[in-house]
């Protein structure tokens, strides 16, 4: 069966799951659904927002369990966007009404679609994180496309929970030798001088510390030594629990290396070097990690990136790196991006930077938009890393095309 919603006024059609089912948790950690056997169960993750993931696949046939698939009338529906990044439909979802649409209209529009407000947004005029007091999944959906309709609204969208994959950084420090990206003498097998010609650019410029680059991740590890330096972090953002405090998971280390990739400190006889040495860093998490059949996953929601995309505006981010991406288009995410786009750098706009993705296929949304930088991988020999070539790394490959 499919789903459709609107997004940018495109109609965006996703597929419900046939690996996942998600509930809500009973309070326990545990997912409402009950095996009639008790010592067969599916495979299930806890996401740490209320909803526990169950693995469907995994089910014995022969066990008997009150639904052994997502059915529409569930709280919660796992759908599937076409590059298999599993998309959770809540009950919440995002409106922007127009600008001479008042408060009490909304109220009112509000209170007869069973709504209610959660949280303004702040950064956009006239939108609003609302949910469905019916708590059906379908339900906000549909409900959604209702006001998509409505001739008092710019966009209506589900708040989706996404299921993402973190997408993978000439000095004295300890490793810079290892850094083959900096500068290939051949050290890893590969083919001399394919590389950035970082020793060419640091004649140039290493930076500047008044230029913050953004790590908008799994969070940024403020006490690792090769950060926290003298003129190096600024204050960071938390969007997964709205604090000052990016510090991630102990287990959460992706933000750090890209944090570390961009601009370590370099000349201190430890770590790495960054490509911009001289930098600031402002650790932004939207997401936290768990691991779901052996694979780490991220855990966040429209609402919670396109935040923290904003919030690194605010605070001043000059350059916002993304070393994200998947699922279909957002509204609300697009939406934060030309943003920053329009209002970074005292109107200039930021440098927007993201992945090409890791699934040797298409380029990710939101690296697909026509207003962003978007990063490609190749390795040691000069090739488009892909599953087949040299380097020997045959379980990714960077995605590519326009």
Not at 156 to 165: E, G, M, S, T, Y
Not at 267 to 281: Q, T, Y
Request: with cysteine; glycine share 8%.
């Amino acid at each position: 069966m499919e789903f459709n919603y609107w997004s940018n006024g495109k109609k965006i059609t996703l597929k419900k799951s046939e690996t996942y089912r998600a509930s809500k948790e009973n309070g326990y950690g545990e997912s409402k659904y009950k095996s009639f056997t008790s010592n067969l169960k599916p495979k299930t993750t806890d996401l740490k927002n209320g909803i526990i993931l169950e693995t469907i696949s995994q089910v014995s046939k022969t066990t008997s369990f009150s639904r052994k698939t997502q059915r529409e009338d569930d709280d919660l529906l796992v759908l599937e966007a076409e590059d298999k990044t599993p998309m959770i439909l809540t009950n919440q979802f995002i409106i922007q009404f127009k600008p001479d649409v008042t408060r009490e209209e909304i109220n009112n529009i509000n209170e007869s679609n069973n709504v209610k407000i959660i949280e303004n947004i702040n950064w956009e005029e006239n939108s609003y994180l609302v949910e469905t007091t019916e708590g059906k999944a379908v339900s906000a959906l549909e409900i959604a496309n209702t006001y998509h309709e409505n001739d008092k609204v710019i966009y209506a969208q589900p708040n989706f929970v996404r299921l993402l994959k973190p997408m993978a950084a000439i000095s004295n420090d300890t490793y810079v030798n290892k850094q083959w990206a900096l500068n290939n003498t051949g050290q890893t097998g590969g083919i001399p001088g394919e590389d950035i010609h970082i020793s060419e650019a640091w004649k140039i410029t290493k930076g500047n510390k008044d230029i913050i680059i953004a790590i908008i991740d799994e969070g940024v590890d403020y006490k690792h030594e090769d950060l926290n330096v003298s003129d190096k972090l600024v204050t960071g953002y938390d969007a997964c629990y709205k604090r000052n405090d990016p510090t991630p998971k102990s287990a959460d280390a992706h933000g750090t290396a890209c944090a570390g990739i961009a601009a370590a400190k370099s000349n201190n006889n430890k770590g790495i070097a960054g490509v911009a040495p001289e930098c600031k860093i402002m650790g932004v998490r939207i997401a936290y990690g768990v691991i779901e059949g052996g694979e780490r996953l991220w855990v966040t929601d429209d609402a919670k990136i396109a935040d923290g995309i904003v919030k690194s505006v605010d605070r001043g981010a000059d350059v916002l790196s993304n070393s994200w991406g998947g699922g279909e288009d957002s509204q609300t995410i697009t939406n934060a991006i030309n943003y920053a786009k329009r209002n970074g750098r005292n109107g200039k706009g930021c440098v927007v930077c993201f992945a090409a993705g890791n699934d040797d296929g298409s380029v990710s949304y939101p690296g697909r938009l026509d207003n962003v930088i978007t990063v490609a991988a190749c390795n040691e020999y000069g090739e488009r890393k892909s599953k087949t070539s040299r380097d020997g790394e045959y379980f990714w490959g960077s995605n590519y095309g326009p």
